[in-house]
């Protein structure tokens, strides 16, 4: 059981290049969602999904993009690649995005946009 | 809006000793409230969650919150800290109605001295 996963865990990019943040789930749970961690911001919300092809954008939206087409994954793309986008990213899941339940969060992905 | 606040952004404590690390939040209802502590380089994990009953709730590591709806507070304390707590913490709160969306709030990174 691996529980949360993220790749890459280092990527550089440079400005206006595109990429996808993968992120996977082995838990069968239904609630999936991608923060990012800024320093002395805390996580926000980037996008999150309830279930397989339902997505809906967090607190920062803006430059990303989602989809949700099987249970375990849950990919966030970067349209075109800002230095405002250099932060570290998190994806989290719960077993049914009740607002009690505990999120697992991966390990991150930590993205340096030139 | 919801709000969690954590106004310290740096606590230095030596081991053994006694730690509180202080967290509030501004909502018009009990909102879900969790403690997440985030290690050097790795992704966050549930240190407590509270959503009713006791007001006092035991988490792992030996940690312990509780809740003081008079003064929209949910402190984190630990009687005896050991080196391998040095870490960041994040309170963090969900409400009724916004799935397992989490508003965090800034992170309190404890260093603990020998």
Redesign the interface.
């Known amino acids: 059981n691996a529980g949360?996963t993220q790749t890459p865990k280092f990527q550089v990019l440079k400005t206006g290049q595109s990429m996808t943040l993968q992120c996977a789930q082995d838990m069968n749970h239904e609630?999936m969602?991608w923060?990012r961690q800024d320093p002395?911001?805390?996580?926000?919300?980037i996008h999150?999904s309830?279930g397989a092809g339902i997505t809906d954008q967090?607190e920062v939206p803006n430059g990303y993009n989602v989809s949700r087409s099987t249970t375990e994954d849950f990919p966030l793309r970067l349209l075109s690649a800002a230095p405002s986008q250099t932060s570290v990213y998190?994806c989290?899941s719960?077993p049914r995005?009740?607002?009690?339940?505990?999120?697992y969060?991966?390990?991150?992905t930590r993205l340096t946009v030139l | 809006a919801q709000s969690v606040t954590q106004p310290d952004i740096h606590i230095t404590v030596s081991e053994g000793a006694s730690l509180e690390l202080r967290c509030n939040y501004s909502y018009g209802a009990t909102p879900y409230l969790f403690w997440y502590v985030q290690s050097p380089g790795q992704g966050l994990q549930l240190l407590l969650k509270y959503f009713s009953g006791d007001t006092l709730v035991q988490g792992i590591k030996g940690f312990e919150a509780e809740f003081k709806r008079s003064q929209s507070s949910f402190n984190l304390r630990k009687p005896s800290v050991h080196w391998s707590d040095a870490a960041e913490y994040f309170c963090a709160v969900g409400f009724t109605g916004t799935a397992s969306k989490l508003t965090f709030g800034t992170g309190t990174r404890l260093q603990v001295t020998l």
């Open positions: 949360v609630y969602s923060y002395g911001m805390g996580l926000r919300l999150y309830v967090g998190f989290a719960s995005g009740g607002a009690g339940d505990t999120q969060f991966g390990p991150g």
